[in-house]
């Protein structure tokens, strides 16, 4: 038995609304799940919230999701910041909690960073899955009830530590490349420790092209491992 904690691409209603190209935007409140150095690339103080009800009418289970972060700014010495997600049903649940920190490399104008800024950032991660077997249902046929299933000998939840570094470079006062590589440690989230349990690791390129106030372009390139 293994799950995958809840994947960096199911956050806010701007990066859904591109179509998940933003690696290479990552200027707002939802900048840490997708890119942690876009927290460095502007300077006020985010709070973002949302949730998702699955599978509306659907009997015998309740599935969705919830998020939050928090984003602010240190002075010209770093922005930081702090998101939770998590998907749940009534037997089974994914959480994640990361804490970001990045750095921008250009708040002088008269520096060449200064006409194009770099945003260099990395965030900190606990995934867990868990099963909750008190709703679990009981195969009749099967001589082994659920509680006592060897599946579940060393519990019945997972945590593990990873990492994410992003980089986010306006190289134009429209153009921006963008780069940030996900769950780079890989931890096993498997109950029983199989192979299969361990987490991908995603990376990612992107771009955007601002072509004016009210037309963003936006693409990402992505690789799993």
């Not at 930081?80 to 089974?92: A, K, M, P, Q």
């Not at 420790?193 to 990612?204: C, D, F, L, V």
Request: charged share 15%.
């Amino acid at each position: 038995v293994w799950g995958v904690a809840v994947a960096d691409d199911f956050t806010g209603a701007r990066p859904l609304g591109m179509g998940r190209t933003f690696v290479g935007v990552a200027d707002d409140g939802y900048s840490l799940d997708w890119n942690p150095a876009g927290i460095a690339s502007f300077q006020f103080l985010t709070v973002t919230g949302g949730f998702n009800k699955f599978f509306m009418g659907l009997d015998n289970d309740n599935i969705g999701m919830g998020s939050f972060s928090f984003i602010n700014q240190f002075r010209d010495l770093m922005g930081y910041g702090i998101s939770w997600r998590t998907l749940f049903s009534d037997v089974y649940s994914e959480n994640q909690i990361k804490l970001g920190l990045a750095h921008r490399f250009g708040w002088k104008p008269t520096t060449f960073f200064g006409s194009h800024p770099l945003c260099v950032g990395v965030a900190f991660r606990m995934n867990s899955v868990g099963y909750n077997t008190n709703n679990f249902v009981s195969n009749p046929d099967e001589p082994t009830s659920i509680n006592d299933d060897p599946v579940f000998l060393d519990g019945t939840s997972k945590w593990g530590f990873s990492m994410d570094v992003g980089m986010l470079w306006r190289l134009s006062s429209k153009f921006v490349a963008g780069f940030s590589a996900s769950n780079i440690l890989q931890p096993n989230l498997s109950i029983q420790n199989t192979e299969e349990g361990k987490e991908s690791m995603q990376i990612r390129f992107g771009a955007s092209y601002a072509y004016d106030r009210n037309l963003l372009i936006a693409s990402d390139l992505r690789y799993f491992k």
